[in-house]
Each structure stands twice: as C-alpha cells, then as structure tokens.
T-cell receptor, first 111, second 110 residues
Framework: DGGITQSPKYLFRKEGQNVTLSCEQN?????MYWYRQDPGQGLRLIYY???????QKGDIAEGYSVSREKKESFPLTVTSAQKNPTAFYLC??????????FGEGSRLTVL | GQSLEQPSEVTAVEGAIVQINCTYQ??????LSWYQQHDGGAPTFLSY????GLEETGRFSSFLSRSDSYGYLLLQELQMKDSASYFC???????????FGKGTRLSVIA
C-alpha cells in the first residue's frame, strides 16, 4: 500500500546527542515536509523540500538538519543545538500544497 | 506575520451538528484546508477550499468566504468517533507549505 513511513515511533535521547528520524514515502510526491507538534499546539514547520537535492528552512529550523538525496526519503536530524527537542514529529508529503498525507509520527523524549 | 484563529475546544452532543470556525490573517491566500487528528495519531486531510462557498463530503462540509478571511468546518450527525482535534490550515502561495492553526478539540458526548 502507498503511504508514508516514519521510524522510530518512539525515541529517547540523552542531552547532547544527535538523533535522526526517518521518513520514507512511496506516493511519488515531489514535496515533503517536517512538522513539529507540541501538546495543545498546532503544527509548526521545521523544513521542507520540493525537489530532490533541495530544501528550505521553515519557521523553527534552528537545531535541525535535513537531507533529500532521494525522492522517497527525507530524514530529519535533531541536533544537540535544539534546546527543547521533546515533541511529536510529523513527516508529510503531498501532490498539492493544500493536501498533505502524514506519517504516523515519531515521539521524541529527551531524558 | 501569519495568524489563524480557531476555538480551542468545542463540545457537542452525539447526533447533533457542530461548526468549527477559522479566521485568518496571512500575507497571501490561495486556499483553506481542514485536517482531523485523533489523539496520538496522524492528521488526515478532510477538505480544501480555494473558492468561496460550501463544499460537502458526506457528513462533513467546509465553507470559505475570502472577503471575510473566514471559513468553517461543519460536522453533521455527530458520532463518538468524531471526537478529535481539527486544524485549519492556509495555503499562502503557490508553492509554500501550509500554515496551521492551533487546532480545535471536539468532544462528542452522549
């Protein structure tokens, strides 16, 4: 079945560690996105990519990095520079900007 | 800046109708989307309005008034499974990502 796969679903990190969240899609979408969601909050954009080998910063890119080497893959690295990384991370892709398909999310907790 | 305003919480009775409003102030406007998210789950796309008027999809309808910078999501014949958070999101230009509101938590009670 077509869809977006995020892994891991749950992740624990010690302070000072970098972690990488995986996002893979087989929907053949050009555009992919990373959003962060905090309790009771909306989705805030971290990074997005509209084509392979190109990506742009979103509203809260500081402390995060991404790559887009393949159309299907858009991994997100949460670096030690991100001061408050505990959150629910959502990856999405879409055929059109108004319509996004989301993965099941990755919940990151800093110990 | 961009701002989207929607009520934080709404409670409605099973079988009733509920309307969730969204007003926006954005630098540009191409369309308004709505998403549903159950606790712990992923948001799922419900609707997208680019033009004024009402769009109906089953029990859900979405309305847009561009002149008023306002839209709403209408849920009819409410069911317990409709208890979830609902987000409006604005497409501000042709290629930029959606800007999301903070969401409305809908509780359906018996």
């Amino acid at each position: 079945d077509g869809g977006i796969t995020q892994s891991p679903k749950y992740l624990f990190r010690k302070e000072g560690q970098n972690v990488t969240l995986s996002c893979e899609q087989n929907l053949n979408h050009d555009a992919m996105y990373w959003y962060r969601q905090d309790p009771g909050q909306g989705l805030r954009l971290i990074y997005y990519s509209q084509i392979v080998n190109d990506f742009q910063k979103g509203d809260i890119a500081e402390g995060y990095s991404v790559s887009r080497e393949k159309k299907e893959s858009f991994p997100l690295t949460v670096t030690s520079a991100q001061k408050n990384p505990t959150a629910f991370y959502l990856c999405a892709s879409g055929p059109r900007p108004g319509e996004l398909f989301f993965g099941e999310g990755s919940r990151l907790t800093v110990l | 800046g961009q701002s989207l305003e929607q009520p934080s919480e709404v409670t409605a009775v099973e079988g009733a109708i509920v309307q969730i409003n969204c007003t926006y102030q954005t630098s540009g406007f191409y369309g308004l989307s709505w998403y549903q998210q159950h606790d712990g789950g992923a948001p799922t796309f419900l609707s997208y309005n680019a033009l004024d008027g009402l769009e109906e999809t089953g029990r859900f309808s979405s309305f847009l008034s561009r002149s008023d910078s306002y839209g709403y999501l209408l849920l009819q014949e409410l069911q317990m499974k409709d208890s979830a958070s609902y987000f409006c999101a604005v497409r501000t230009s042709g290629n930029t990502p959606l800007v999301f509101g903070k969401g409305t938590r809908l509780s359906v009670i018996a």
